[in-house]
């Protein structure tokens, strides 16, 4: 089990079938298809989504739900950690516990007494999921899931007046971006699926399920580096390299970067 010392997770690590571990909490399974499969597509992108919910998120989800009188305006600034406003009701903490449950490979316990949700094993306690770790967990999931989630600057650290009021505009904009941006329906994951299923020269329709989704998004990524090679390969057989261009190393360039 490799450590997730650092938010900077390999490469290999992340490609891998074997569990991250977060120090103090647990290993971070990348789901197969057939994990996903078996929860159901819709449940995993609920489950994600819970993930990606921030401070102010939440609490607009809770007051929705009629738990209004318990926090304060989703409009002003949060004054509490995501994890805790998960832990306030029973309801989103057994919610909570279903979605890391699926992630880390431990059994996940609800320890409300303790706030926490402690990880056990076999051999007892193994270590716990509490909101000093919790930002770290979601983090590595995500990473594993092939989706980078930005963190948001705390505007409210920023000692210049000027650079906070810049800042929070910033954040403003890339909300706005974020929720003006469609879905592309060929990036939709069943048609990734069939996709690489019937392209790739070793995965089929029936085998493709025994792969994480981190390895399926990298395989067609791959794909369709190599397709685009292929054209300019064949291009450059028949009537050359203008200036010399073509790299014929391109094949096997990098294609997925850590920062």
Not at 45 to 60: A, R, T, V
Request: charged share 20%; glycine share 4%.
């Amino acid at each position: 089990m490799n450590n997730a010392q650092k938010s900077d997770i390999t490469y290999f690590e992340l490609l891998s079938f074997d569990p991250i571990c977060v120090p103090g909490a647990g290993g971070i399974l990348c789901p197969r298809l057939k994990d996903i499969s078996a929860i159901g597509f819709q449940t995993y992108q609920y489950y994600l989504s819970i993930l990606l919910l921030d401070e102010k998120s939440m609490l607009k989800t809770l007051t929705s739900a009629g738990y209004a009188d318990d926090f304060v305006s989703p409009e002003k600034t949060p004054l509490f950690h995501a994890f805790d406003l998960f832990m306030m009701h029973t309801s989103s903490a057994l919610l909570l516990k279903d979605v890391l449950d699926f992630f880390i490979k431990e059994d996940v316990v609800y320890a409300p007494e303790q706030h926490c949700f402690l990880i056990q094993t076999n051999n007892g306690i193994t270590g716990a999921v509490t909101n000093e770790n919790y930002d770290k967990i979601c983090s590595v999931i995500l990473l594993r899931n092939n989706i980078r989630h930005a963190q948001k600057e705390d505007a409210s650290k920023v000692k210049s007046k000027k650079a906070s009021e810049i800042l929070k505009k910033l954040q403003a904009g890339r909300d706005k971006k974020a929720s003006e941006t469609g879905a592309d329906e060929n990036l939709e994951l069943g048609n990734i699926i069939s996709a690489v299923a019937n392209k790739s020269l070793s995965l089929n329709i029936q085998n493709i399920w025994d792969i994480t989704i981190f390895q399926l998004w990298d395989c067609f990524a791959r794909l369709s580096n190599n397709s685009i090679y292929d054209i300019q390969s064949m291009s450059v057989a028949a009537w050359g390299s203008k200036d010399n261009s073509f790299d014929a190393s391109a094949w096997y360039k990098r294609i997925y970067t850590e920062n």
